[in-house]
């Protein structure tokens, strides 16, 4: 029936414009994995991935021992299944083989760096592996890159400070002691006291004397769990007689500046 014929007709050619003419002979094009960011923190894991949205999972949630624990990861084999099984109930799949950004704190040891990198490796089989301290990128994921900066992460169980120029680090130091410690005899005024000691330390440093008094001129920027805690910040600012601000989502600062790292380093691999 002439009718039938049409319709085969324009069925075909709505094939053509979806894949192609039925007689080309060029390849198919690869699509490249959109990249990644990883930050396995000591209260929560989490996946960026982009348009994708964000993964996360508490740490050690119904298992017998800490999976990270201090920044560190103590069990990897278990941080492995943690973070398959958070993979594999996504909504939608998850690829494999993409460029991944990893935080780190500030001061890791190359052993567990090495862990970090073959957990990852195992979950994700990333094309590529960048690892970025968690103080840089908080300041990339609250915006305030440019500069000398002033920065707190006071976590779950690590707070980190360090001073930054125009988003490189230039002198970090860190504590074992967070926010999950403040059930354990630990005040919002010690960890506020923690940060300051830290800071302190820093005006000591030659490389870093001078640019922690410029920074400590514009204030002092805090992202990590702690931000979200008014009494930490009063006293911040209490007794070093500066501003202190506070990211606009602090706890996940860290993880959306090394997403932003990570799309960069596709875009620009060279400038990596």
Same mark, same amino acid.
């Given at each position: 029936m002439p009718g039938d014929v049409t319709s085969r007709q324009a069925s075909?050619?709505?094939t053509e414009l979806v894949v192609g003419h039925s007689h080309t002979t060029r390849p198919p094009v690869a699509v490249r994995p959109e990249p990644m960011a990883v930050d396995l923190g000591s209260a929560r894991l989490r996946i960026w991935l982009g348009p994708g949205g964000v993964l996360n999972v508490p740490v050690g949630q119904g298992?017998?021992?800490?999976?990270v624990q201090r920044g560190r990861i103590v069990d990897g084999a278990a941080c492995v299944s943690e973070l398959r099984r958070l993979v594999r109930e996504h909504h939608s799949p998850v690829s494999v083989g993409a460029l991944v950004v990893a935080c780190r704190p500030v001061l890791a040891t190359p052993a567990e760096l090495d862990?970090?990198?073959?957990?990852?490796s195992a979950v994700l089989a990333p094309s590529r592996l960048i690892f970025v301290d968690t103080v840089r990128a908080g300041a990339v994921g609250a915006g305030a890159v440019a500069g000398t900066l002033?920065? !707190?992460d006071v976590g779950a169980q690590l707070t980190e400070v360090a001073?930054?120029?125009d988003g490189r680090v230039v002198a970090a130091r860190r504590a074992e002691v967070g926010t999950r410690d403040l059930n354990h005899a630990v005040t919002e005024d010690m960890l506020a006291e923690t940060a300051i000691r830290l800071i302190r330390e820093l005006r000591q440093e030659p490389a870093a004397?001078?640019?922690v008094g410029a920074a400590l001129t514009r204030g002092v920027l805090v992202v990590g769990d702690g931000a979200t805690r008014p009494?930490?910040? !009063?006293?911040?600012?209490a007794v070093l007689g500066v501003p202190v601000h506070r990211a606009a989502l602090p706890r996940t600062a860290a993880l959306t500046g090394a997403g932003m790292a990570a799309v960069a380093a596709v875009r620009h691999p060279a400038g990596t």
């Open positions: 075909t050619r709505i298992l017998r021992r800490p999976v862990t970090t990198r073959r957990v990852l002033l920065l !707190a001073v930054l120029r004397r001078p640019l009494d930490l910040i !009063a006293r911040l600012v």
